[in-house]
């Protein structure tokens, strides 16, 4: 009798200390990104397509670049005789046949042509869209054949992070004292019975003017993005009443 008094005793106290605030969610990716050609051309082809897996740094897509390659083989030909050019003035001046200056300008030639070259493959490297981190494609907006343009960007794809998510919890500002990074949030999406729990992560340092909330993050996984819910935040008022004793 006396066990049950005293676990009894304790869980009136626990439950005094803790505190249940009610927030709501919307459940996003952790990485998301619109991608899009900065450069212009025609689409030539398509590596990929929606709900492809992609790893960091996966072609996506192409743009033709027959006129790019063409230039920079023409370029590495011209960078080929300006090298022998050099190498073949630079002998004669140190034989003393030419002077400094007729020298520097053949050096000045076979630098401007390495550099010419440096600038196509930026040029060619922009026609090939890659994966900017591990994910999954939710959108495509693009076929073969469409024309892209570098001066009005247009989206090719929507990419997000394939298991890894966040949710955006909201709460009523005047708990704003009352939480803390790692406090347990206990969740339900909207229309499913199943529990979830995740912990506080990061809170934003203001409230929203509009609506007088809180936000907070969460991390997740393998929810699909865009769907909502509500939970509660447990958190305890000893931690509080410690803060208050300190700054005293």
Do not use: W
Request: net charge positive; proline share 1%; hydrophobic share 40%.
């Amino acid at each position: 009798m006396k066990k049950i008094i005293v676990l009894a005793l304790v869980l009136c106290f626990t439950n005094a200390q803790a505190k249940e605030i009610y927030a709501t969610f919307t459940v996003y990716a952790k990485q998301g990104a619109k991608l899009a050609f900065n450069s212009t051309g025609i689409i030539k082809e398509l590596h990929v397509d929606i709900m492809s897996v992609v790893k960091k740094g996966e072609i996506l897509a192409t743009l033709a670049s027959d006129d790019l390659i063409a230039t920079n083989n023409a370029s590495k030909v011209t960078l080929k005789y300006a090298s022998l050019d050099y190498e073949r003035h630079k002998d004669l001046y140190q034989k003393k046949l030419i002077d400094k200056s007729m020298l520097d300008k053949y050096a000045m030639a076979y630098e401007a042509i390495k550099a010419k070259i440096e600038i196509e493959k930026t040029h060619f490297a922009k026609t090939i869209l890659r994966a900017p981190f591990d994910g999954v494609i939710t959108k495509r907006m693009i076929e073969i054949g469409d024309v892209v343009s570098g001066q009005m960007i247009k989206t090719a794809f929507n990419i997000q992070s394939e298991h890894a998510r966040i949710l955006i919890v909201q709460m009523d500002q005047k708990y704003n004292s009352d939480i803390s990074i790692g406090d347990p949030f206990l969740y339900k999406v909207d229309g499913d019975d199943q529990q979830y729990q995740g912990e506080i992560y990061r809170i934003y340092p203001e409230a929203n003017s509009n609506n007088r909330k809180i936000s907070l993050q969460v991390i997740a996984k393998d929810l699909k993005v865009g769907l909502f819910g509500e939970g509660k935040i447990i958190t305890s008022d000893d931690r509080h009443h410690l803060a208050k004793e300190s700054q005293e």
